[in-house]
């Protein structure tokens, strides 16, 4: 399986970007897909998710100003996001819980993508 990001950059404070990510491969199905960040000297934190049902949940402090999306039939995920702050600045990462085929059989896998650089100037 293999997940690949886009869509970083830089961008000034109040302004928006969108990320995207696609999942591919021997993908049975895909329980959820989120966006976490890792910012320099911080762990990883989780942005927002989103499951294969469609519930989101959102990091408080994205609250109102991103919104998860994503397209089952072409298992992407995009993270649409708006009035940025300098610290959203951060390494966004794709995740994705699928269940991947072997064979006739599957099993419940995580992958992560290579990231994106987020930058926000003041």
């Known amino acids: 399986v293999h997940v690949v990001e886009s869509g970083g950059g830089l961008v000034q404070a109040g302004g928006s970007l969108r990320l995207s990510c696609a999942a591919s491969?021997?993908?049975?199905?895909?329980?959820?897909m989120g966006w976490y960040r890792q910012a320099p000297g911080k762990q990883r934190e989780l942005v927002a998710g989103?499951?294969?049902?469609?519930?989101?949940n959102y990091a408080d402090s994205v609250k109102g100003r991103f919104t998860i999306s994503r397209d089952n039939a072409k298992n992407t995920v995009a993270l649409q996001m708006n009035s940025l702050k300098p610290e959203d600045t951060a390494v966004y990462y794709c995740?994705?819980?699928?269940?991947?085929?072997?064979?006739?059989?599957?099993?419940?896998?995580?992958?992560w993508g290579q990231g994106t650089q987020v930058t926000v100037s003041s």
């Open positions: 995740n994705v819980d699928c269940n991947e085929e072997y064979g006739k059989a599957y099993a419940r896998r995580e992958y």
């Open positions: 491969g021997s993908i049975f199905s895909i329980n959820a």
């Open positions: 989103i499951t294969s049902g469609g519930s989101t």
